[in-house]
T-cell receptor
Framework: DGGITQSPKYLFRKEGQNVTLSCEQN?????MYWYRQDPGQGLRLIYY???????QKGDIAEGYSVSREKKESFPLTVTSAQKNPTAFYLC????????????FGQGTRLTVV | GENVEQHPSTLSVQEGDSAVIKCTYS??????FPWYKQELGKRPQLIID?????GEKKDQRIAVTLNKTAKHFSLHITETQPEDSAVYFC??????????????FGQGTTLQVKP
Protein backbone atom coordinates (compact mmCIF):
# COMPACT_ATOMS: atom_id res chain seq x y z
CA ASP A 1 0.00 0.00 0.00
CA GLY A 2 1.79 3.15 -1.20
CA GLY A 3 1.59 6.51 0.46
CA ILE A 4 2.80 8.67 3.28
CA THR A 5 2.49 7.47 6.86
CA GLN A 6 2.71 9.37 10.10
CA SER A 7 2.99 7.78 13.49
CA PRO A 8 1.72 7.81 16.10
CA LYS A 9 -1.76 9.21 15.52
CA TYR A 10 -1.95 10.57 19.08
CA LEU A 11 1.00 11.53 21.26
CA PHE A 12 1.14 12.80 24.80
CA ARG A 13 4.19 14.51 26.19
CA LYS A 14 5.14 15.88 29.55
CA GLU A 15 6.33 19.45 29.70
CA GLY A 16 10.09 19.71 29.29
CA GLN A 17 10.46 16.53 27.23
CA ASN A 18 11.53 16.23 23.63
CA VAL A 19 9.40 14.07 21.35
CA THR A 20 9.91 12.81 17.79
CA LEU A 21 7.14 12.46 15.22
CA SER A 22 7.65 9.95 12.44
CA CYS A 23 6.95 10.52 8.73
CA GLU A 24 7.67 7.85 6.13
CA GLN A 25 6.83 7.76 2.42
CA ASN A 26 7.25 5.05 -0.20
CA UNK A 27 6.34 7.26 -3.14
CA UNK A 28 9.98 7.91 -4.11
CA UNK A 29 9.38 11.63 -3.55
CA UNK A 30 12.32 14.00 -3.21
CA UNK A 31 10.52 16.79 -1.33
CA MET A 32 9.03 16.49 2.16
CA TYR A 33 7.34 19.04 4.44
CA TRP A 34 6.19 19.47 8.02
CA TYR A 35 3.21 21.68 8.90
CA ARG A 36 1.51 22.64 12.10
CA GLN A 37 -2.27 23.10 12.06
CA ASP A 38 -4.01 25.20 14.69
CA PRO A 39 -7.67 26.30 14.51
CA GLY A 40 -8.08 29.43 12.38
CA GLN A 41 -4.41 29.58 11.40
CA GLY A 42 -4.23 27.26 8.44
CA LEU A 43 -1.18 25.13 7.76
CA ARG A 44 2.03 26.76 8.89
CA LEU A 45 5.33 25.50 7.49
CA ILE A 46 7.85 24.28 10.05
CA TYR A 47 10.59 22.72 7.90
CA TYR A 48 10.93 21.43 4.38
CA UNK A 49 13.44 19.32 2.50
CA UNK A 50 13.91 19.18 -1.25
CA UNK A 51 16.49 16.42 -1.25
CA UNK A 52 18.23 13.96 1.04
CA UNK A 53 20.68 15.51 3.52
CA UNK A 54 19.29 18.99 2.96
CA UNK A 55 16.46 20.93 4.64
CA GLN A 56 15.37 24.53 5.18
CA LYS A 57 13.52 26.35 7.91
CA GLY A 58 9.93 27.31 7.32
CA ASP A 59 8.04 30.16 8.94
CA ILE A 60 7.81 28.68 12.46
CA ALA A 61 10.97 26.56 12.90
CA GLU A 62 11.85 27.75 16.42
CA GLY A 63 11.69 24.90 18.92
CA TYR A 64 11.69 22.20 16.22
CA SER A 65 14.41 20.16 14.53
CA VAL A 66 14.47 17.71 11.61
CA SER A 67 16.78 15.33 9.79
CA ARG A 68 16.72 13.89 6.27
CA GLU A 69 19.19 11.04 6.29
CA LYS A 70 17.04 8.83 4.04
CA LYS A 71 14.86 9.78 1.10
CA GLU A 72 11.80 8.07 2.55
CA SER A 73 12.02 9.49 6.08
CA PHE A 74 11.69 13.01 7.54
CA PRO A 75 11.28 12.87 11.34
CA LEU A 76 10.33 15.98 13.29
CA THR A 77 11.54 16.55 16.87
CA VAL A 78 9.53 18.89 19.04
CA THR A 79 11.97 20.16 21.65
CA SER A 80 11.34 21.57 25.10
CA ALA A 81 12.15 24.99 23.64
CA GLN A 82 8.83 25.00 21.74
CA LYS A 83 6.61 27.20 23.92
CA ASN A 84 3.22 25.92 22.77
CA PRO A 85 3.66 22.46 21.23
CA THR A 86 0.10 21.19 21.57
CA ALA A 87 -1.17 21.02 17.96
CA PHE A 88 -1.99 18.83 14.99
CA TYR A 89 1.11 18.07 12.89
CA LEU A 90 0.92 17.16 9.23
CA CYS A 91 3.69 15.75 7.06
CA UNK A 92 3.57 15.94 3.26
CA UNK A 93 5.67 14.90 0.30
CA UNK A 94 5.85 15.80 -3.38
CA UNK A 95 7.75 14.39 -6.32
CA UNK A 96 10.10 17.36 -6.32
CA UNK A 97 10.29 21.02 -5.31
CA UNK A 98 8.58 22.14 -8.51
CA UNK A 99 4.95 22.29 -9.60
CA UNK A 100 3.94 18.86 -8.35
CA UNK A 101 1.12 17.77 -6.04
CA UNK A 102 1.84 17.38 -2.34
CA UNK A 103 0.35 14.35 -0.59
CA PHE A 104 -0.38 14.47 3.12
CA GLY A 105 -0.09 11.94 5.90
CA GLN A 106 -2.99 11.43 8.29
CA GLY A 107 -1.41 13.65 10.94
CA THR A 108 -0.25 13.36 14.55
CA ARG A 109 -2.09 15.12 17.35
CA LEU A 110 0.42 16.11 20.02
CA THR A 111 -0.80 17.07 23.48
CA VAL A 112 1.44 18.37 26.24
CA VAL A 113 0.26 17.25 29.68
CA GLY B 1 9.47 35.13 2.05
CA GLU B 2 6.19 34.06 0.50
CA ASN B 3 2.96 35.07 2.20
CA VAL B 4 -0.50 33.82 1.23
CA GLU B 5 -3.67 35.55 2.40
CA GLN B 6 -7.05 33.80 2.05
CA HIS B 7 -10.59 35.21 2.32
CA PRO B 8 -13.18 34.73 3.62
CA SER B 9 -12.43 32.65 6.71
CA THR B 10 -15.99 31.28 6.74
CA LEU B 11 -18.56 31.02 3.97
CA SER B 12 -22.13 29.79 4.16
CA VAL B 13 -24.19 29.18 1.01
CA GLN B 14 -27.44 27.49 0.08
CA GLU B 15 -27.26 24.22 -1.81
CA GLY B 16 -27.10 24.95 -5.52
CA ASP B 17 -25.52 28.38 -5.13
CA SER B 18 -21.94 29.21 -6.09
CA ALA B 19 -19.03 29.73 -3.70
CA VAL B 20 -15.93 31.81 -4.32
CA ILE B 21 -12.75 31.82 -2.23
CA LYS B 22 -9.96 34.30 -2.93
CA CYS B 23 -6.23 34.27 -2.22
CA THR B 24 -3.36 36.66 -2.73
CA TYR B 25 0.35 35.87 -2.70
CA SER B 26 3.45 38.00 -2.29
CA UNK B 27 6.25 36.26 -4.24
CA UNK B 28 5.90 37.20 -7.90
CA UNK B 29 8.17 34.26 -8.81
CA UNK B 30 5.68 31.68 -7.46
CA UNK B 31 4.54 29.38 -10.26
CA UNK B 32 2.28 26.72 -8.77
CA PHE B 33 -1.04 27.26 -6.99
CA PRO B 34 -2.87 24.22 -5.60
CA TRP B 35 -6.18 24.08 -3.72
CA TYR B 36 -6.82 21.51 -1.01
CA LYS B 37 -10.00 20.30 0.66
CA GLN B 38 -9.91 19.02 4.22
CA GLU B 39 -12.95 17.23 5.58
CA LEU B 40 -13.41 16.95 9.31
CA GLY B 41 -10.86 14.60 10.85
CA LYS B 42 -9.18 13.85 7.53
CA ARG B 43 -6.00 14.86 5.76
CA PRO B 44 -6.00 17.67 3.15
CA GLN B 45 -6.44 16.45 -0.42
CA LEU B 46 -5.77 18.22 -3.69
CA ILE B 47 -8.89 19.22 -5.61
CA ILE B 48 -7.42 21.37 -8.36
CA ASP B 49 -4.21 23.22 -9.18
CA UNK B 50 -3.03 25.81 -11.66
CA UNK B 51 0.37 26.71 -13.01
CA UNK B 52 1.54 30.21 -13.78
CA UNK B 53 1.44 29.73 -17.55
CA UNK B 54 -2.39 29.53 -17.63
CA GLY B 55 -5.10 31.88 -16.46
CA GLU B 56 -7.97 29.47 -15.79
CA LYS B 57 -8.61 25.78 -15.27
CA LYS B 58 -11.88 23.89 -14.85
CA ASP B 59 -12.76 20.45 -13.56
CA GLN B 60 -16.50 19.78 -13.56
CA ARG B 61 -18.02 22.07 -10.89
CA ILE B 62 -14.69 23.47 -9.77
CA ALA B 63 -12.65 26.19 -11.46
CA VAL B 64 -9.60 28.21 -10.54
CA THR B 65 -8.51 31.54 -11.99
CA LEU B 66 -5.09 33.16 -11.73
CA ASN B 67 -4.17 36.81 -12.19
CA LYS B 68 -0.36 36.97 -12.13
CA THR B 69 -0.24 40.74 -12.49
CA ALA B 70 -2.38 41.28 -9.42
CA LYS B 71 -0.92 38.21 -7.67
CA HIS B 72 -4.24 36.70 -6.79
CA PHE B 73 -6.08 33.48 -7.55
CA SER B 74 -9.58 32.26 -6.80
CA LEU B 75 -11.52 29.02 -6.39
CA HIS B 76 -15.03 28.84 -7.81
CA ILE B 77 -17.44 26.05 -6.91
CA THR B 78 -20.72 26.00 -8.80
CA GLU B 79 -23.93 24.12 -7.95
CA THR B 80 -22.73 23.49 -4.43
CA GLN B 81 -23.79 20.32 -2.62
CA PRO B 82 -23.78 19.46 1.11
CA GLU B 83 -20.76 17.19 0.56
CA ASP B 84 -18.77 20.26 -0.51
CA SER B 85 -18.85 21.36 3.14
CA ALA B 86 -15.23 21.32 4.36
CA VAL B 87 -12.22 23.54 4.97
CA TYR B 88 -10.52 24.73 1.78
CA PHE B 89 -6.90 25.86 1.61
CA CYS B 90 -5.10 27.70 -1.13
CA UNK B 91 -1.33 27.48 -1.45
CA UNK B 92 1.56 28.88 -3.46
CA UNK B 93 4.87 27.27 -4.23
CA UNK B 94 7.79 29.66 -4.41
CA UNK B 95 10.59 29.98 -6.93
CA UNK B 96 12.45 33.02 -5.62
CA UNK B 97 16.02 32.71 -4.34
CA UNK B 98 14.93 32.02 -0.77
CA UNK B 99 11.59 30.40 -1.57
CA UNK B 100 12.32 27.68 -4.09
CA UNK B 101 10.28 24.61 -3.27
CA UNK B 102 8.58 26.29 -0.33
CA UNK B 103 4.85 25.45 -0.25
CA UNK B 104 2.95 28.07 1.75
CA PHE B 105 -0.74 27.79 2.63
CA GLY B 106 -3.44 30.33 3.29
CA GLN B 107 -5.38 30.41 6.55
CA GLY B 108 -8.25 28.29 5.25
CA THR B 109 -11.94 28.87 4.50
CA THR B 110 -14.66 26.87 6.24
CA LEU B 111 -17.41 26.34 3.68
CA GLN B 112 -20.87 25.32 4.87
CA VAL B 113 -23.44 24.29 2.28
CA LYS B 114 -26.96 24.34 3.71
CA PRO B 115 -29.45 21.83 2.28
Amino acid sequence: DGGITQSPKYLFRKEGQNVTLSCEQNLNHDAMYWYRQDPGQGLRLIYYSQIVNDFQKGDIAEGYSVSREKKESFPLTVTSAQKNPTAFYLCASSLNGGDTEAFFGQGTRLTVV
Amino acid sequence: GENVEQHPSTLSVQEGDSAVIKCTYSDSASNYFPWYKQELGKRPQLIIDIRSNVGEKKDQRIAVTLNKTAKHFSLHITETQPEDSAVYFCAAKGRGSSNTGKLIFGQGTTLQVKP
